[in-house]
């Protein structure tokens, strides 16, 4: 009896085991995809959530509808990237201070994903009555791989600084509050993911947010 009582608690503590086991993966399988945060808001908040019931009731803010042209003078905007994964960031052709360096990591990101067509990188002009598709289309020539997914972006610039401080928040410690007159000078790259919901925020003249950002973007993809 004793020799019987051992078998079954030495099976049920092995059947507890293999099912820990599989709830483990399981988890952490339904888990995978959702671990980035969203955010709803110019004080970047982060919001964790894994349900897309709760995601499409509590997450309202997306980038707004937009069309501006891009360094090949055709028009480009939010509907081309609709369904895809982009990373956006503001920069000038003439600037000699921050632009170079934001230019240069970010084509450490487009090595990454050039033949990656649910990808794509926006870079928009912020003095856009000097940078010119023509000036935008040498620019890239010459400081990028000039992959097919990478588009710079030139257009109004009230329009511009209206959808970066009030739709991508790329001033977020500012926000809303900033007229769109004045500068728009920011070192940050944003992530947005194919539903146009913002994702992840990024210094884009350090290399180590790069790689940080070339991750995130892979477990976009998942």
Known sequence: MAYLALKTVQMFQKKFLICSVVLFFVFSCTNST??????????????FLNNNAFVEKTITHRIEDFTFTDNNGN?????NL???????????????????????NMVTVEKEFQNSSDVNLVSFTVTPWLDSPEVLSRYKKEYTLNSDNWRFLTGDKNKIYSLARKSYFAEEEIGFTKDSTDFLHTEHFLLVDSSLRIRGIYNGTLGLEMEQLIKDIHLLKK
């Open 82 to 104: 609709e369904g895809k994964i982009h990373v956006a960031n503001f920069i000038f052709t003439s600037c000699t201070h921050i632009c170079p360096k934001m230019t240069t």
């Open 34 to 47: 959702n671990q980035l945060p969203y955010y709803n808001s110019p004080n970047f908040d982060p919001v």
């Open 75 to 79: 028009s480009f905007g939010s509907k």
